[in-house]
């Protein structure tokens, strides 16, 4: 059902997938619990090319042929799920451990690959169709899933997902900002930071074609019942689209791979991956490029475009970048849960760990809300961070990071070495960081730490932990 030999496995560096992942998206979107907790929890709208290619690693490890591998992930995502729970705006309660929910995330996964077909005219033969079917119900039964989930044959299958759509899904907040808002606010990647001009200019074409071809590709009764726009022509261009798009299977083989792209969207050019070279000095090029563009077509300035050259950074700024992980203009408990997630799937921490990193953010969180939280709503907005931004250095930040030390350094000597050091950081020692024996030891680890999340400077490692988008 897994690895080599899977139909999934097939898929995998399919080009197709990248419509069809959006489409997935929008689905599990619809649904009102799903809908719910991305609205109160996720940092898709923040951070959205960290969480996709958080989102490509999992997939990665559950449908790799390393058993050990699946069980490890499946025991993390489920312990990441037991903490997504509440109330939605219409105060019903959301959970992310709820069966119907979690059933209809690998629905949408497994019916947009059929439709990615199906469009680009190449629909899957019943028996392949039956094979991946299998293979998703295996994937949610590796998550501790009953089977009984999802329906065990494929006709009974398609009567479940008319079903669901026909009485469950709705126009979502959460939909509505994928659809409209986050592909015109699309943040740069990594890649593309520092060029502002080039992007807003890509973004601007590329952004409402992909909401279009998404809408058209969502099931009709659905679009009905939710109100989405019926686009004259829209069909003929997600067809148009499917199929060039997948014209790329037709490349060399090699030449198209899933995770060097996704390795690419998030690398930065500081980084000491050999990538990164000729990332700078495509990044270059796109400058000279972007100075012409900005002569003939003058754009906007937008917000963080002149990072490479300012070391200080504001208040408004850093709450925004690193403290807003939701995007929701508050700061807040997910917010900081959001941190705890990253820097544990960083690390792949096993369960005590991950409690324990996960409980001093939850310390620090009672700490900020007392020192902070003046008009007593439970959430902290900019300006009163920015009145009380010097009390953000308390005891439970110095013991986040202690823990976050103990955490990275795996062997216990009590120092970060090399390997332990690319785990969190995703890149090399920089000269200003390891010490003289090479090691990055406890006291410079916690100083360094609190004197980025305290807003007062830049660091060139601390800055794509956090705040990468």
């Not at 705006?89 to 990615?116: I, N």
């Not at 398609?158 to 900002?177: K, M, S």
């Not at 007593?376 to 953000?392: K, N, P």
Request: glycine share 8%.
């Amino acid at each position: 059902m897994f690895g080599p030999g899977s139909q999934f496995n097939a898929f995998f560096n399919d080009p197709r997938w990248a419509l069809a992942m959006v489409r997935a998206t929008v689905l599990e979107a619809a649904h009102p619990q799903i809908g719910a907790a991305l609205i109160e929890n996720s940092t898709f709208v923040a951070h959205p090319w960290r969480r996709l290619y958080n989102t490509f690693l999992s997939m990665q490890r559950m449908f790799g042929a390393d058993d050990h591998t699946r069980q490890r992930e499946a025991a993390r995502l489920n312990r990441m799920h037991a903490r997504l729970s509440g109330t939605d705006a219409k105060m019903r309660p959301y959970d992310a451990r709820d069966p119907g929910a979690r059933a209809w995330v690998v629905a949408t996964l497994f019916e947009s690959a059929v439709t990615m077909c199906r469009l680009s005219g190449q629909p899957l033969e019943q028996t392949t169709m039956e094979k991946l079917y299998a293979e998703f119900r295996a994937f949610l039964a590796a998550m501790g899933d009953e089977a009984g989930h999802l329906p065990p044959t494929l006709p009974a299958f398609w009567q479940y997902f008319d079903r669901v759509v026909e009485e469950e899904l709705e126009n979502t907040e959460a939909l509505r900002i994928i659809l409209y808002k986050l592909f015109d606010h699309l943040p740069a990647p990594p890649v593309l930071e520092g060029l502002p001009t080039v992007w807003a200019a890509g973004r601007a074409l590329a952004g409402p074609v992909i909401g279009t071809i998404t809408v058209a590709s969502l099931p009709e009764p659905f679009r009905r019942r939710a109100g989405l726009p019926e686009i004259p022509g829209a069909q003929t261009l997600t067809q148009s689209a499917y199929l060039a798009v997948g014209l790329g299977r037709f490349l060399p083989e090699g030449w198209i791979q899933a995770e060097g792209l996704a390795g690419l969207l998030t690398l930065s050019p500081d980084s000491d991956d050999p990538r990164a070279r000729t990332v700078r000095a495509v990044r270059d090029g796109m400058k000279r490029a972007g100075a012409l563009l900005r002569l003939i077509t003058p754009l906007p300035e937008q917000p963080g475009s002149a990072r490479a050259t300012v070391p200080q950074r504001g208040a408004a700024e850093f709450f925004h970048e690193v403290l807003d992980q939701t995007g929701d203009g508050y700061l807040e408990w997910p917010d900081l849960a959001a941190m705890a997630r990253e820097l544990s799937g960083r690390l792949d921490l096993d369960e005590p760990q991950e409690t324990r990193l996960y409980n001093a953010y939850a310390d620090w969180w009672r700490e900020l809300r007392t020192a902070l939280d003046r008009d007593g709503d439970g959430r902290i907005s900019q300006e009163e961070y920015a009145a009380g931004v010097t009390s953000l250095a308390g005891p439970a930040l110095i013991r986040v990071a202690e823990v976050l030390f103990e955490a990275t350094d795996s062997d216990g000597n009590g120092t970060i070495d090399a390997e332990e050091y690319r785990s969190l950081f995703r890149t090399a020692f920089r000269r200003d960081t390891a010490g003289t024996d090479g090691t990055y030891s406890r006291g410079a680890f916690v100083r360094d730490f609190l004197s980025f999340m305290a807003g007062r400077r830049r660091s060139t490692p601390y800055d794509p932990l956090l705040s990468q988008a």
